[in-house]
């Protein structure tokens, strides 16, 4: 079955970065587009950025110029990379699939920026 794991969150200061990992299983991962998605207290769930199976890369405005998506297919893996992090980027930060027209999520893994 498609499975999803998050890793990489924690705490970190104003300024500082974080490095997600996803690490995939269950499908051919190498040709699916993949996805960060984030949803802070109280707010709804919120796209990060998207990664095609091709390497295109897309970014929610919040984020872009600060955050950078990647892929390693020889490791079933996406990444998150995140510089100059601020309070308003902490979150639970998902990634997010599509495999036979049936949405995937990971459990997430929580990134809180402090002050």
């Known amino acids: 079955q498609v499975q999803l794991v998050e890793s990489g969150g924690g705490l970190v200061q104003a300024g500082g970065s974080l490095r997600l990992s996803c690490a995939a299983s269950?499908?051919?991962?190498?040709?699916?587009?993949m996805g960060w998605f984030r949803q802070a207290p109280g707010k709804q769930r919120e796209l990060v950025a998207t990664?095609?199976?091709?390497?295109?890369?897309d970014y929610a405005d919040s984020v872009s110029g600060r955050f950078t998506i990647s892929r390693d297919n020889a490791k079933n893996t996406v990444y998150l990379q995140m510089n100059s992090l601020k309070p308003e980027d902490t979150a639970v930060y998902y990634c997010?699939?599509?495999?036979?027209?049936?949405?995937?999520w990971g459990k997430g893994t929580l990134v809180t920026v402090s002050e």
């Open positions: 997010k699939t599509t495999w036979r027209a049936m949405n995937y």
């Open positions: 269950g499908f051919i991962f190498s040709i699916n587009a």
């Open positions: 990664i095609t199976n091709g390497g295109t890369t």
